[in-house]
C-alpha cells in the first residue's frame, strides 16, 4: 500500500508515476518470468544427490507394486516423502519412459544421460508453472504494486537455485502453499484446508506451518461470529457443522493419500520421520542450533587447550560431512523431544496472538501471513537449510499489505535471508551464477520496494546516510556488509591463506553462525512486531481490492 | 565537448538499469556453464586451447618471437593471428594464471590442459574485459541517447530510448554473449573499444579520441577493418567543415587533419614498438594477420561467396590471389557508395547505418570471412535498434541464427534458443509498455512496432504490413530450419546439406537488409555537424 501522502495529493503527475512504475513492472516482471523458466536450461552440468534421489523414485514407483514402495532399499536413498509424491513421481515416470527407458531401471544407480537430465530439468519447469499460476493469482490481490510482488516471488533466488541448480520440487510444492493462502484470502476456508491437506501429503515438512493454519481455521471457520475487540472469543458461536465439514475435507485427504497404504503405515512413519539423523545436517542450517554447536565447539577447544576437558578425538568430527548423531562435548546434548518441547514453547505466544487477532474479519489475513511466518524453523530438529524458504516466500508476499511500520524489518528479513543462503550453497564454480541471481533480486527489491512507501523525494531535502542501505538501519545494513566480507572471505582467503587444508569446515561453520544470529535478529523483529501488532497502529492493512470487497460484503 | 550537460534536463530513467544489467550479466553466466569450443575434442581443440595457447607462449617466449615459427612457438598449433593488442591481452591474462595456476600455461606441457578451475578463470577474464568495456560503453551510450532526447522536450518520448531499457537490450543481444561466453572469445574487448570510439563520435564528439580509440580496436582485431571505412571518411569530411573564408582554408585542413594522423600514428607506434626493431618483424606480422592462403571462406559462411560456390566451385577454379582480388574489387564496388554520401552528404545520423552497410558489405564480399564476423555488422544494427526497431530486431534474431551451426557444433543449442527467447520476450515486453493494450505478439507487426516511434501517425502503411508477413514467414522459416537441423538426419550424399540451408538463408536475408539499410542511409538528409571551433569563436 502506498502511504496516504501518496494518496492525497492525487494529482496528474502522481497518476503518471503510478502509471510509469506499473509498466516498469511490467517489464521486469517478464524479464524475470522468463528467467524463471529458462534459467535451468542454461544449467548443464550440475546436479546432486537430489537428482540420483528422484531419479531412484521414479524407478521404484515405476517397477514396484504398491505394497513394496516403502519397503525397497535398493539404493540409499530410499522413499522417504508422503504418497502423493510417491503418486507424482508413478505419473511422471510414464512420461519419463519416452526420453529415456534406462532411467527406470531400479540398479541402475547414479544413470545420468543426457535425456534423463533434460526430462528432470524439464518436470521442474512443468510443474513450475503452478507456482507461477498461485502468484499470479496471489498477487492479484495486492492493489498497487502488485507487479512488484509478482515479479519478487518469481525471482526468488533462493527457489531457483535450490529447484533448477540443486534440483528440488520446492517450487511447485509452494505454488500448492499459495494456492491454498490465497483461498484464505478469499475466505474458501474448506478450499484451503484441502490445498493445505493435499500439500502435507507431498511433502511432510510443511508441518511447520500447520500448527498455524490449524489455529486460524479453527477460529476463523468454525466460530461464525468474529468479535470486534479481538479479545474475547465468542464461545457460543462455536459451529459444530463447519468443524465437521472441515474435519471431513481433511481426513478425506489423508485417507486417500494414505488409503492404499493402510497396513504400511508404521513403516512410511518410520520413513518420514527418521530420528535418526543428526541435530545438524553437514551443511549447516542457519538456525538456533548453528550457535548452540558453535559455542559447544568454542567451549571445547577452549577447555582443551586449558586441560580442564579431556575428550576422545573421535567424538570431534560434528561437521565431517555425514549426518549422524552427535554428542556435545560441553554443553548438554540435545534430543529430539527437547527441540520438540522448545519449538512448542516458541510457538505457544505468537498462536495465541493469532486466535485473537483473527477474530477480527479484516485483519484475518494479515494476522495469518504473520503467524506463519513467526516460524518453528529456529528450533527444528535436522532443518537444512533449505527449508527456510518456508517462510521466505511469506516474507516477500507481506511487504506491501503491510503497514510503513513493519517495512523495515521486512525489507531486512528479505534480503538477509536470500543473502545468507549463498554461500551455503556449493558447488563453487557456480558462485558466479548464483551471485547474479542474488545481485538481481536485491537490486529489485532495494529500489522498487522502497519507491511504494516512501514520498517522491525534493531534491536535496534529504541527507545522505553514509554506508547505509536503503529503508534499513544502520545495524542492519552493518551486518549485510558483514556478511559480504564473510563472503569474500570464504571464497578466497580462506584458499589463499592455504586454510582449506587444516580447516575444510571453518567457512561453512561461520556462514552458518552468522547467518544464523542474522535470522534469529530478524525472527525476533518479526515475533516482537506481530505480539505488539495492533490494530490501531496500521492504519490501512487490508489491500485495496481485498477493501472492496469486504465493503461489498459488509 | 560542444554538448554541456545541462544538469536541469540531464534526467536517465534508471528505475529497472540496475536489475536489467544485472539480470543481462546473469544471463552471461549462465550460458557460460555450457562447454566451450573444442571442448574434450584433442588434438586441436577449439578456440579456447587457441586463446590459452597464446597465453603459454607470450608468458613464456620473447616478444619478437610471437609471430614467428621457432621451436618453441609451432605455428601450425593455433599460431598467434591478431594483432599486437591481443598479444599484449594474453600476456597479461597468462601472467596472472601462471600465477593462480602454473600448470595451465606451461610451455608444451600445458597443450590441451582442461580442468574445471581453470575454465572458471578464463570465463572470468571474458567477464571482466566485457564489464570494463563493452558493458560500460553500452551504458555510456544509451545514458547519452536519452540525454540528447531529453533536450528536445517536444518529441515524445519512446521507451526504446529510456536508458535502462536501451542498455538491458542492447546487453541481451544473444549473438556476441553466445560467442564470448560460450564459444569462447574476446570480442568484447574489440567491440567495446569500437563502441568506445563510436560514442567519442555521435556523443562527445571528440574526433581524437575516437581515433585513438578505433585504433585500438583495430589492434585488437583485424576484423575491425570492416568497421574503418565509415571512420576514415567522416572524420575526413570533418576536416573539411568549419573552414575560414577566404585564405588559410589549406592550413586549417592540414591542422584538422594532422590531428587525427598524429593520434592514429603515435598509437600505432606506441602499440607496435616491440616489433619495430627490424622491417622482417613487421612484415611477419602483417602476414600473419592477413593470411592469404586459408581460403576465401571457412566451413559455411552465409555470404554471396558461399552462395556462389555452391553452384560454382570457386575454390578449384581460381587461386586465393584472384579471388582476393576479384574481392577486394567487389567489396569496394558495394561499400563505396555508402562511404561516398557520407563523405558528401555528411550527418551525424548517417554514421551509424553507414557503418552497417560497410559491415555488411564487407561480410558479404570480402575474403576471408567467418560465420562470427555478423558480430561486426550486428552490434551497429544494435546501436540503430531505437531509430528502427522492427527491421533491427529482425536483422539481430538472422544474425543469431546465421551462427546456428558453429554453435551446434559447440553444444550451445539450449543456450541457443533460451537466450533468443530471452532476448525476444524482453523486446515484446518494452512494446508492451508503451502500448500496454497490445499483446505479445505485436513485435509481428510492422505498423505497431512503429508507431512506438512516430505515435501522431495514424494510418497503417502498406509496405510495413507486407513487411511484417515476410518477417513472420521468415521466422518460421528459422524455427523449421532449427528443429531440422536438430532432429532430421540429412540423406548420406549430402551430409552438409542444414548448415548449407541454414547459410544460404541467412545470406538471402543479409542481401535484403544490405539493400534496407542503403535505402535508410541514403533517404537521410544532409546536415553539417557543428564543429568546436566554431562555437568557440563565438
Known sequence: ?554 | MTRRADPDKFTVTKQALLPGILFSLLVRWCVAAYPYSGYKKPPMHGDFEAQRHWQEITVHTPVLKWYHNTTQNDLQYWGLDYPPLTAYHSLLMGLVADWLEPESVRLFASRGYESDSHKTFMRWTVFLSDIYLYVTAVLCICIDAERVLGKEPKEPKCVLKRTDISTTLFLLYPGIILIDYGHFQYNCVSLGFFLWATFFIIAIKNDTLATIFFVFALNYKQMELYHALPFFFYLLRKCFIGMPLGRGKLSHFIRCFNKLAVAVIATFVIIWYPFLKGWEHVFQLVHRLFPLDRGIFEDKVSNVWCMVNVFIKLKTIYSNQEMAKTCLLITAMAAGPACADLFFRINIKKFVPCLINVSLAFFLFSFQVHEKSILLAAIPVALYFPEDPFMCFWFLLVSTFSMLPLLLKDGLLLPFIATTVIYTSFYSICLKLSQPNSGYFSIFNANRVNKILYPNKKDTSHVLTFLSLIFVISVVGMVLLTVGTVFVKPPPHLPHLFPLLISAYSCVHFLFFFFYFYYQQFSLPMSLPCVSQKQKRK
Open chain 1, 1 to 554: 500500500m502506498p502511504s496516504e501522502k501518496e494518496w492525497g495529493c492525487a494529482t496528474c503527475k502522481n497518476m503518471f508515476i503510478r502509471v510509469d512504475r506499473d509498466r516498469r513492472y511490467a517489464s521486469t516482471s517478464e524479464q524475470n518470468f522468463r528467467f524463471k523458466l529458462l534459467e535451468p536450461k542454461a544449467e548443464p552440468d550440475v546436479h546432486s544427490t537430489d537428482f540420483e534421489v528422484h531419479r531412484n523414485w521414479l524407478a521404484i514407483t515405476h517397477n514396484l507394486t504398491l505394497d513394496k514402495w516403502y519397503y525397497d532399499n535398493t539404493s540409499e536413498w530410499t522413499l522417504d516423502y508422503p504418497p502423493f509424491f510417491a503418486w507424482l513421481e508413478f505419473v511422471m515416470s510414464f512420461v519419463a519412459k519416452y526420453f529415456d527407458p534406462q532411467m527406470l531401471y531400479l540398479t541402475n544407480l547414479n544413470y545420468k544421460s543426457d535425456m534423463t537430465i533434460l526430462f528432470q530439468r524439464l518436470s521442474v519447469i512443468v510443474l513450475d508453472f503452478v507456482y507461477i499460476y498461485s502468484v499470479k493469482r496471489l498477487s492479484g490481490f495486492i492493489g498497487d504494486g502488485k507487479l512488484l510482488v509478482f515479479i519478487l516471488l518469481m525471482s526468488c533466488p533462493g527457489l531457483l537455485m535450490i529447484d533448477h541448480i540443486h534440483f528440488q520440487y520446492n517450487g511447485f510444492l509452494f505454488g500448492i502453499l499459495l494456492y491454498s493462502i490465497s483461498h484464505i484470502i478469499e475466505n474458501n476456508c474448506l478450499i484451503a484446508a484441502f490445498w493445505f491437506a493435499v500439500l502435507l501429503n507431498l511433502k511432510h515438512i510443511f508441518l511447520y506451518v500447520a500448527p498455524v493454519y490449524i489455529v486460524y481455521l479453527f477460529r476463523a471457520y468454525c466460530f461464525t461470529i468474529s468479535s470486534v475487540d479481538g479479545v474475547h472469543t465468542p464461545w457460543y458461536s462455536f459451529s459444530l457443522a463447519n468443524l465437521f465439514k472441515l474435519a471431513f475435507t481433511v481426513i478425506f485427504v489423508f485417507g486417500l493419500s494414505f488409503g492404499p497404504f493402510i497396513h504400511h503405515i508404521p513403516q512410511i512413519l518410520s520413513r518420514l520421520f527418521p530420528f535418526k539423523r543428526g541435530l545438524c545436517h553437514a551443511y549447516w542450517a542457519p538456525n538456533f542450533w548453528a550457535i548452540y554447536n558453535f559455542v559447544d565447539k568454542v567451549l571445547q577447544n577452549i577447555g582443551t587447550k586449558l586441560g580442564l576437558l579431556r575428550i576422545p578425538k573421535a567424538e570431534a568430527s560434528m561437521t565431517g560431512g555425514l549426518v549422524q548423531q552427535y554428542d556435545h562435548a560441553v554443553l548438554p546434548s540435545i534430543t529430539p523431544t527437547m527441540t520438540i518441547v522448545l519449538t512448542v514453547v516458541t510457538m505457544i505466544p505468537a498462536l495465541i496472538k493469532l486466535w485473537h487477532l483473527c477474530a477480527d474479519r479484516r485483519y484475518r489475513v494479515l494476522s495469518f501471513v504473520y503467524g506463519g511466518l513467526c516460524g518453528m524453523f529456529l528450533f527444528v530438529w535436522l532443518a537444512r537449510s533449505r527449508e527456510s524458504y518456508t517462510h521466505d516466500i511469506g516474507t516477500v508476499d507481506f511487504p506491501l499489505s503491510a503497514g510503513r511500520r513493519g517495512r523495515q524489518t521486512v525489507l531486512n528479513t528479505n534480503n538477509s535471508r536470500e543473502l545468507l543462503t549463498v554461500p551455503l550453497l556449493y558447488p563453487k564454480n557456480l558462485f558466479s551464477i548464483k551471485f547474479f541471481i542474488l545481485l538481481t533480486h536485491v537490486a529489485l527489491a532495494f529500489v522498487n520496494i522502497r519507491t511504494l512507501y516512501e514520498p517522491a523525494k525534493v531534491k536535496g531535502g534529504r541527507r545522505i546516510r553514509v554506508l547505509r542501505l536503503p529503508m534499513l538501519r544502520q545495524i542492519e545494513s552493518l551486518y549485510l556488509y558483514g556478511l559480504i566480507v564473510l563472503c569474500v572471505y570464504d571464497n578466497a582467503i580462506h584458499g589463499l591463506w592455504g586454510l582449506d587444508k587444516t580447516l575444510p569446515f571453518l567457512p561453512l561453520m561461520l556462514t552458518s553462525v552468522y547467518c544464523s544470529i542474522g535470522v534469529i535478529y530478524v525472527w525476533l523483529c518479526y515475533y516482537y512486531y506481530f505480539l505488539t501488532f495492533n490494530v490501531s497502529q496500521v492504519p490501512t492493512l487490508c489491500t485495496v481490492n481485498l477493501a472492496e470487497k469486504y465493503k461489498k460484503t459488509s
